[in-house]
């Protein structure tokens, strides 16, 4: 892997009826984060989600109907190839990543030291400080069910904020279409024996964050899907 | 021989040899597994039927005191089975209609006003430049 000079970085925001935070959230990249192409993946949302991400600038990719997470990441990752991106990062449209971290996130990449870099909210304790105990309790087992079906050894299972370089861009094919996608995405590292590197990340816990993301009770339904497809004759 | 096993062992007969035929003739490993299992399933009813002593001769191999209980063990397992293939059937549907989606997404990306100003004026300026007679 080469130190790069020039690089074409893409930010991936999958959106579904997310029109009250998405502005805020590519103004906060635009802004804050190195310059790139922001795609906002409108995952069929019934709001005018599309419409205010166009309006703040990002490329928008609508799906008809609502596909879930795991597909509207693989609609984005398909136009990144498509319009050769060297890097893509992922964000979520939610307003919980810093923008200020892309820097930090796209640093091992840049200096070609590994293919992924996957974001950390438990590398720095100070981000996790108002994480309700179910969510991270939630979490921990993500970890261990991580490390015994991906033999991946990660921190944080669960973290929407990644960077993938153009191996990583081109080898991540990930085929379930729901959440139970991110855990696929450890499979995918394993398999491709992709190398990758943790980073610390800043989580904003607020209302909106906590009642639009997944309830812990969905692992267990993650859990069993991803366990399906393993199990896939 | 009863009139309830000569019509089902020929119902059961003629989905065997439906199954068998579909098993020969259709193309694909996937095909021709689950029309196999199936053909020998219905082979299996038709022999018990016609012969239903056979049931408890082949359950008493197995530990189990009635035939009829193992016919049952043998149907639930099946039906997981049965739903387990309906399962991946219904998976691999959504999926396809995931490739659709995708396709018209990517296909009806739509530009904000800004970028697109910029890539039509690089686009005019390029042809504009192809325009100018070469020196």
Partial sequence: ?233 | MSLFQVLMGLFTLLCFLWCAWKCARRPGRYARTVNGLLALVWASACVLILNPELATVVAGIFGIKRGVDLVLYVFVILAFFYAMITYYRLCDIRKDITLIVRHIAIAEHKIPAEKERVELKENNALQEHERQPKV
């Fill in chain 1, 1 to 233: 892997m080469q130190k790069m000079t020039t690089y074409k970085l893409f930010y991936i925001i999958r959106a579904f009826n997310e029109s009250a935070v998405i502005g805020q959230t590519i103004a906060d990249l635009k802004k804050c984060a190195p310059s790139g192409e922001i795609i906002v993946v409108d995952d069929g949302s019934s709001d005018d989600t599309g419409s205010v991400a166009l309006s703040a600038g990002a490329v928008v990719l609508s799906h008809l109907v609502n596909r879930g997470g795991g597909a509207a990441l693989q609609t984005g990752l398909m136009y990144a190839r498509l319009n050769h991106a060297n890097i893509v990062v992922t964000f979520d449209a939610d307003g919980q990543h810093d923008a200020n971290d892309v820097s930090v996130l796209i640093e091992p990449i840049v200096s070609g030291r590994c293919d992924v870099v996957l974001a950390s909210r438990f590398l720095d304790s100070s981000s996790t400080s108002n994480m309700p105990w179910a969510r991270r309790l939630t979490l921990k087992a993500g970890v261990i069910f991580t490390r015994l079906m991906s033999r991946v050894y990660v921190t944080d299972a669960h973290n929407g904020l990644r960077a993938f370089s153009a191996r990583g861009i081109d080898l991540m094919r990930t085929s379930l279409d729901d959440m139970a996608y991110s855990s696929e995405i450890y499979d995918q590292i394993y398999r491709n024996n992709l190398s990758y590197k943790e980073v610390p990340c800043h989580i904003r816990y607020t209302d909106y964050s906590l009642a639009k993301g997944q309830r812990s009770s969905a692992a267990i339904r993650i859990a069993w899907r991803f366990f399906l497809e393993k199990m896939r004759p």
